[in-house]
């Protein structure tokens, strides 16, 4: 596999000026690898090209393990339904192409970033950036193994870039894996800057929130609410103000303080997004070019759209009623809601739209560390103050101390919260997950679910090819 990852990050595509311009890697030859200052920019690039999942597959797979699984949405046309509907129904196998797919992206991703670990100190050019560079590339590489241990538990840890066909390496404990993701954000956090030179690059705040999100996964609550407390105290982000929360996705707001790390998008061929075209209702009629509507529609399930304040600002994200292309009004009905979170591209073509996506934003850090404070000492003033600090920017009313009898009590509205703030943002499945709640509700769903289906199984391609690894239990 190695040796395949290789042979496409020579012939893949980076950016050189812009996070999303590309540059085809045809100057190097084998006398000049790694040479130049220019080199390493350019490899550090090329891991940030697959880290931040570009490209179809990435969108779609990603979002449809992290929200058909859960009480959000649903699939019910096109040629993808073939696919959900096994992760819907929790019939899903280890041959399942998206399991597949997200494994081998990830570790080629983590490959990239080891080859800049491994080759970026011994090329000769200005210290300080060096530093930054690898610092960058080691944020890359535990962002990658953070999504593997998302979908899939501990995998095996791989740190260099010097392999061999027959290599095959084991699976890490689960101590040792989240030792070294821990190990490595924190070490990261020390060296990378507050503010971000290029768009869409590591941070200081970026390491910190990553490392808040691994800790509030893994249970880890005193360590969430501190390491939370760091994010807040770098005074570098803030909830967006804004008339409507909904605004807060708008295109010409991208470059806001509440999103802390980003997965640019540009409208063009691969490097964009095609979350619309894929929720758009049949025969939409788009407010500016026009754009690909596919058979495949996400829609939303109305208990979760049903359960919003109707005074909710968030609630106006969803798209409920409109024309389609003959001037027939449609009105969506039962189950058929769709999140419109991320709005049209006006003047962009095809499927390929330029909205970048948020992958963790400060709102989530305020959450996160009311969810860990609440854990810690159950519902206090601060861990309310928290939550209403969201809640007002949507309009909503404030929540009181004395509403909440219980840690359990408020532990079930964070959840609740947590879901009208981060829809279609790919963090359901992980949040039904920490509250226990996951395997519940799917067989309230009529689901036959079984616990051991909060992890996915390994890709069974990689169980064939390496016999060192172990299948996750219950999966043959």
Not at 205 to 228: I, P
Not at 375 to 380: A, F, S, V, Y
Request: net charge negative.
């Amino acid at each position: 596999m190695k040796k395949l990852l290789y042979i496409l990050l020579m012939i893949g595509a980076a950016a050189c000026d812009k996070p999303l311009e590309e540059e085809v890697y045809s100057s190097f030859g084998p006398n000049n690898f790694f040479k130049t200052a220019d080199d390493a920019e350019a490899l550090l690039n090329a891991a940030y090209a697959l880290e931040q999942k570009q490209g179809t597959d990435g969108f779609r797979n990603i979002l449809v393990m992290a929200e058909v699984t859960t009480d959000l949405l649903i699939i019910r046309e096109g040629g993808l339904r073939g696919l959900a509907q096994p992760l819907e129904d929790f019939t899903w196998n280890a041959s399942h192409e998206f399991f597949d797919t997200a494994w081998t992206r990830y570790y080629a991703a983590i490959y990239r970033a080891n080859l800049v670990i491994d080759n970026v100190p011994n090329i000769d050019f200005d210290p300080e950036r060096k530093k930054q560079i690898v610092a960058e590339a080691r944020f890359l590489r535990a962002s990658g193994y953070i999504s593997l241990y998302d979908l899939f538990g501990p995998t095996p840890l791989i740190t260099n870039s010097i392999s061999s066909s027959e290599d095959r390496p084991a699976r890490a404990g689960k101590e040792e894996f989240v030792k070294f993701v821990t190990d490595e954000l924190s070490a990261v956090a020390d060296i990378l800057p507050v503010t971000a030179k290029q768009y869409g690059r590591a941070t200081k705040g970026a390491a910190l929130a990553f490392l808040t999100k691994f800790y509030l996964n893994n249970k880890d609550w005193q360590k969430t609410s501190e390491t939370a407390q760091k994010v807040i105290d770098l005074n570098a982000y803030s909830l967006f103000n804004s008339a409507n929360r909904t605004d807060l996705f708008k295109l010409a707001n991208e470059k806001n303080s509440e999103f802390i790390y980003v997965r640019p998008h540009v409208a063009q061929p691969g490097l964009g997004t095609n979350y619309l075209p894929h929720a758009a209702p049949p025969n939409y009629k788009y407010k500016g070019a026009t754009k690909a509507n596919y058979a495949t529609q996400l829609k939303t399930l109305s208990g979760f759209y049903d359960s919003f304040d109707p005074k909710d600002q968030r609630r106006e994200a969803f798209l409920t009623e409109y024309d389609d292309l003959s001037g027939k009004h449609i009105v969506l009905g039962q189950d058929d809601k769709r999140s419109f979170k991320f709005e049209e591209d006006l003047p962009a073509t095809g499927a390929d739209l330029g909205n970048d996506f948020p992958v963790i934003r400060y709102a989530d850090i305020l959450l996160s560390k009311a969810e860990a404070l609440n854990e810690l000492q159950g519902p206090t003033a601060a861990a309310i103050d928290l939550i209403n600090q969201v809640r007002t920017k949507a309009g909503v009313a404030a929540l009181s101390v004395s509403a909440f009898a219980t840690k359990e009590a408020l532990r079930a509205h964070i959840l609740k919260e947590r879901g009208w703030e981060f829809f279609t943002e790919e963090l359901r499945r992980q949040d039904l997950i920490r509250h226990g709640k996951f395997i519940e509700l799917a067989k309230g769903r009529g689901k036959t679910a079984f616990d051991y289906q909060v992890l996915y199984p390994l890709p069974q391609s990689e169980i064939d090819r390496n016999p060192s690894l172990k299948q996750n239990d219950g999966y043959k």
